[in-house]
């Protein structure tokens, strides 16, 4: 089977662009699929992440294309020069499945060309995550993402398959064309060693790129859970724009002692096993992919109910805790519990990691295949 992914670019390390890597080198591998990577605007930059040799890479150079062809053109003349593009691409390679992993110009373009092929959007956020995440920007800026998306979301109907990452999307997504929902899988099989939990460590983990991730929210918390529990750290790891703003709030409520903002790590597995408890309190979400990890280890986790993925990958009150957004006083409640009860961390923890299992790639690529072998029958 030839399959065909078409990226933006693949210059920057980014959640996307991390699972792009981990399937596609598991289906060369394990499935014997022959796979097409196309970017837009590649040119000499290198791959953010490890692909398998096996993989071809087609760059359609649009920044080149643009000063050619292009350049000062409306955006609907871009799209029309793009589709026959990518018309000459689909014709050489002759795939028999096409997705699409990319908002913006491919959107107006993928569903229009090789038409008699099956074409699948990827979706790597959620309806109701579009919407909060908008909430965070100034008014102008959130005006521009909302219109844009507006439109995004009428192009998903000219798809054969909108590939989901919850049930949750899912259901309240109300999208018109069929959909399916596919985890993202994990970077490997399951860990060897698990945590212990019997640290005074909390741990979390996110970009700093805005506030979405909502550690203003845990450094607050920690005024309190300091007071009750003066040994236990939390320990922040992850690095952008806000980062320095988040320090200041750690010295002007005097935490430098309780709460560590680490910035990035290339040993987080060692940090994982040296915690007790995973803390998340993010915005908005697609499938947060650092719950399952953090499962992995065998770590319970406490985390607010967002839009979208939580209340997937948490079973509440079994492999962890998922309280309602923004309920400041259960999630205290919640993480004193685990704090003060070491017993329950490690019931919690043997949970947490059985359910990590179901993000495998073997059992993740089960699923791919399953739509693979439908969508190509049916067509």
């Not at 196309?38 to 953010?48: E, K, V």
């Not at 993928?110 to 309806?127: G, L, N, Q, T």
């Not at 040296?274 to 499938?287: C, P, R, V, Y």
């Not at 992919?289 to 065998?298: F, H, P, R």
């Amino acid at each position: 089977m030839k399959i065909v992914y078409c990226v933006g670019s693949l210059r920057n390390k980014g959640g996307m662009e991390k699972v792009l890597a981990n399937k596609t080198s598991y289906f060369v591998n394990n499935n014997n699929y022959e796979i097409t990577i196309i970017t837009q605007d590649q040119n000499r930059y290198p791959l953010c992440y490890k692909f398998d040799k096996k993989i071809n890479f087609h760059d359609v150079k649009i920044s080149e294309l643009n000063k050619r062809t292009i350049r000062g053109f409306t955006f609907l003349k871009n799209i029309y020069t793009l589709r026959k593009v990518y018309q000459s691409i689909f014709d050489e390679v002759k795939p028999d499945i096409i997705i699409n992993c990319e908002r913006g110009y491919l959107d107006f373009v993928i569903p229009f060309v090789s038409k008699p092929i099956p074409k699948i959007r990827e979706f790597h956020f959620s309806k109701e995550a579009v919407s909060v995440h908008a909430s965070l920007m100034k008014s102008k800026e959130a005006k521009k993402h909302l219109f844009m998306y507006f439109f995004i979301f009428k192009m998903f109907n000219k798809y054969d398959y909108l590939a989901l990452l919850t049930k949750r999307d899912q259901l309240n997504g109300k999208y018109k064309t069929k959909t399916v929902v596919i985890p993202n899988m994990m970077s490997t099989e399951l860990p060897r060693e698990i945590a212990k939990l019997e640290t005074t460590n909390v741990i979390s983990v996110g970009s700093m790129h805005d506030n979405r991730k909502g550690f203003d929210t845990q450094i607050k918390l920690w005024v309190e859970i300091s007071k009750k529990h003066p040994k236990w750290i939390l320990n922040i790891f992850g690095s952008g724009k806000e980062m320095d703003s988040l320090k200041k709030l750690v010295n002007r409520l005097e935490l430098n002692k309780n709460v560590i903002l680490h910035g990035n790590s290339n040993t987080m597995e060692k940090h994982y096993l040296n915690s007790s408890i995973f803390l998340f309190t993010s915005k908005a979400e697609g499938l947060p992919m650092v719950l399952i990890e953090a499962q992995s280890y065998g770590i319970p986790c406490v985390s607010f109910d967002c839009p979208t993925g939580p209340s997937d990958i948490i079973t509440d009150s079994i492999n962890g805790y998922v309280v309602n957004q923004n309920d400041i006083i259960s999630l205290e409640e919640k993480l004193i519990e685990l704090i003060e009860n070491k017993e329950l961390r490690k019931k919690m923890g043997k949970k947490a990691r059985e359910k990590s299992e179901q993000y495998t790639p073997e059992n993740i690529s089960k699923l791919w295949v399953n739509l693979f072998n439908k969508i190509t029958n049916v067509n």
